[in-house]
Structure formats: C-alpha cells, structure tokens
C-alpha cells in the first residue's frame, strides 16, 4: 500500500483543516487505518484510527473532541477533520496503517505516507 497524505497548510488558531490521504495498493479497504503527528523536537505521536469498516475510530487524549477520523473505502482515501485547532496541533501529520491497537498501544504501521505539514498560528 502507497500513502500520499495532503491538505496541510497555515491556519489560525481556531480554524479548521481537513487532511486527505489516498492509498494506492492492495489491502487498504481490509486495514484499521489511522494518523499520527511529529511535532519539532518531539517523537512520533499517536492521533487517530480507524477501523477497516469505518465502525470504530479511537483518539488520544490532546485531540478527542476537536478531530474526526474517517474513510471512504470506495475510493481508498482517509481523511482527517480537524477543529478548533490549536497552536500545539502543529506538527507533520502522517497517514499510516495497518494499525493494532492494544490497550490503546498502536502497533504494526508498515506503510507510511509522506507528511502533511499543518502549522496552527495564532
């Protein structure tokens, strides 16, 4: 499976911003799919999945509330909705998958896209 995410940019603190990620590939439409985010300086960090079907999606702690994750498997694309975004969402956002999740522990991830870079200014 092939990752191009897209649909990063500069937005004020408040906005909101969608980030798109389209899959290439086998296997997409069978995979819990999902984002996470580098912030500068900062490791990797977990954001969002979502379940193959679209059924479940779970969240860290910092964006519940203000993101929605979200898929289309008709056109092997995942999306990212983000609101009432903050200057400490600024980071490179990956699309990635498939992931596990256990206790809320993310694993597996053998595909990555290219970041997105999204920079929230106030």
């Known amino acids: 499976v092939q990752l191009q995410a897209s649909g990063g940019g500069l937005v004020q603190a408040g906005d909101s911003a969608r980030l798109s990620c389209a899959a290439t590939?086998?296997?997409?439409?069978?995979?819990?799919m999902g984002w996470f985010r580098q912030i500068p300086g900062k490791e990797r960090e977990f954001v969002a999945s979502?379940?193959?079907?679209?059924?479940?999606?779970y969240y860290s702690a910092s964006v519940k509330g203000r993101f929605t994750v979200s898929r289309d498997n008709f056109k092997n694309t995942l999306y990212l909705q983000m609101n009432s975004l903050k200057e400490e969402d600024t980071a490179v956002y990956y699309c990635?998958?498939?992931?596990?999740?256990?206790?809320?522990?993310?694993?597996?991830?053998?595909?990555w896209g290219k970041g997105t870079l999204v920079t929230v200014s106030s």
């Open positions: 979502i379940t193959s079907n679209g059924g479940g999606t």
């Open positions: 990635t998958g498939p992931i596990i999740l256990k206790n809320g522990i993310p694993s597996g991830m053998d595909y």
């Open positions: 590939g086998y296997g997409f439409r069978l995979y819990q």
